[in-house]
């Protein structure tokens, strides 16, 4: 495959992407950039991991540095819409990497954190705002952000907006937006509601394609572990004891799931921390900083907050729940294996998820591999430590039983 300079990206581009340490456009880049250049509307189906965010935003870094718009106060030049704040931060600080020798601003803006900054930032105008469909909508009704200088608008992730609820707002925004804009689509599925949505936003687009809908990313190994639900703590548990496992994400079903495994985790002596939306933003990005950072060996995510997290070096996902929605199968085990690495997905099934193991079987047309050698296969359920402990209060009680009664004695024989 060809690098980065036969797509005639502009030199300040191609020094950033050079720091960044990037050479080779990932196939959706190769496929992407021309035609966005050319000022086409693409459909991209692509999941987190394919490199799609510099697929869309080094063509548009490219030709708005060769226009060099003067931005009006409150005034957006690209809008990019995304369905979690990780994700919007993720992104622009992607695009403030690639534009950084140029004069291009940029800025995130999400529910959460403070209003007052963010209005701020819009006061100037802004050739890129990065932004989440509720917090942006706040923004727009108290009048602080306008599309009359609007020339590119792009909706990623569209499934999951759907997925989140999110559709309404983001139409409510679309509604508001010039009819006259080149736009890109996004989405890793195309579920009827987004079809339609793509049909009637996109003019005559190109259809960029990496992975087929459904199908799971080849470099991930993938295995399930039958399992005891009572016996998951100790599974994760002996899979960590492999000190060579370095970057771990585990997929919860709930938030308090996710709270319990940490506790767990952490009186094992694993680092870990949680990441779902109970916790503060802070300590979001405290958790993903310090995964990042790999000063934590494990993040517990839920489905809705891992969504976009974006750390190249996860070299294992741990499903300790199955998703009830088979497609957040193919999301979680993207995580692994990004940028050319390899990665190994697990998962943990219980009786109670033996459909769900089905129903994800059938999404990836794939048998998954079922471990049988893990310490846990078939082995009966894990008696919790309070029943355990049970004969040994007994025996206490009765010991004391016994001192209170020799006292009683040698107080009678004292009398
Ligand atoms: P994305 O799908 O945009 O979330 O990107 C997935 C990951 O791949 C991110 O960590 C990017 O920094 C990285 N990435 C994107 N493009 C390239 C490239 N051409 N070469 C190497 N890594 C890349």
């Known amino acids: 495959m060809s690098d980065f300079s036969s797509l005639n990206l502009h030199p300040s581009i191609l020094s950033a992407l050079t720091k960044k340490g990037y050479t080779t456009p990932t196939p959706i880049q190769a496929q992407a950039i021309p035609h966005v250049i050319e000022g086409r509307d693409i459909l991209g189906i692509a999941q987190t991991g394919t490199g799609k965010t510099a697929a869309f935003s080094l063509p548009i870094i490219h030709r708005m540095a060769i226009a060099k718009v003067k931005i009006k106060p409150a005034r957006v030049q690209c809008l990019i819409l995304t369905p979690t704040r990780e994700l919007a931060q ?28 963010q209005v701020q930032a819009m006061s100037k105008g802004l050739n890129f705002l990065v932004a989440t469909p509720g917090r942006l909508l706040d923004l727009m009704d108290d009048g602080h ?26 139409k409510k925004v679309i509604k508001n937006l010039p009819p006259k804009k080149q736009t890109l689509l996004f989405s890793a599925t195309m579920p009827k509601d987004i079809a339609a949505l793509s049909k009637e936003l996109l003019h005559d687009p190109i259809r960029v394609e990496v992975t087929p809908e459904s199908s799971t990313v080849e470099k991930i190994s993938q295995s399930v572990c039958m399992v005891e639900k009572s016996n998951k703590p100790l599974l994760l548990k002996s899979i960590l004891d492999d000190k060579e496992i370095k970057s771990v994400l585990v997929f919860t079903r709930t938030k308090h799931g996710a709270d319990r495994v940490v506790k ?20 979001r990005e405290r958790a993903l900083n310090g995964f990042r950072a790999q000063k934590l060996r494990v993040l517990v995510a839920t489905d809705i907050a891992a969504r976009g997290i974006d750390v190249n070096h996860v070299s294992h996902v741990i499903n300790y729940h199955l998703p009830d ?54 082995v009966a359920p894990h008696i919790s430590k309070q029943v355990q402990n049970k004969p040994k209060t007994k025996h206490i009680h009765n010991q004391k039983k016994k001192v209170q009664k020799k006292k009683m004695q040698s107080r009678n024989v004292k009398r």
């Open 264 to 283: 767990h985790l952490d009186r094992n002596g694993v680092t870990a921390a949680a990441i779902h939306g109970n916790k503060s933003q802070g300590a």
């Open 90 to 117: 993720q992104i622009e600080d992607n695009i403030s990497t690639y534009a950084k020798q140029l004069k291009i601003s940029s800025k995130a803006i999400f529910g959460g954190v403070g209003y007052r900054p």
């Open 325 to 378: 929605d088979p497609k957040s199968y193919v999301h979680r085990i993207g995580r692994t294996a990004r940028a050319g690495r390899e990665g190994r997905a697990i998962s943990f099934c219980d009786n109670d998820e033996l459909k769900l193991l089905k129903g994800i079987e059938k999404t990836i047309q794939t048998k998954l591999f079922v471990d049988t050698e893990h310490e846990y296969h078939g």
């Open 145 to 170: 952000v306008l599309f009359e200088q609007l020339e590119y608008f792009i909706l990623d992730e569209a499934d999951r907006m759907l997925d989140m609820g999110f559709l309404r707002d983001v």
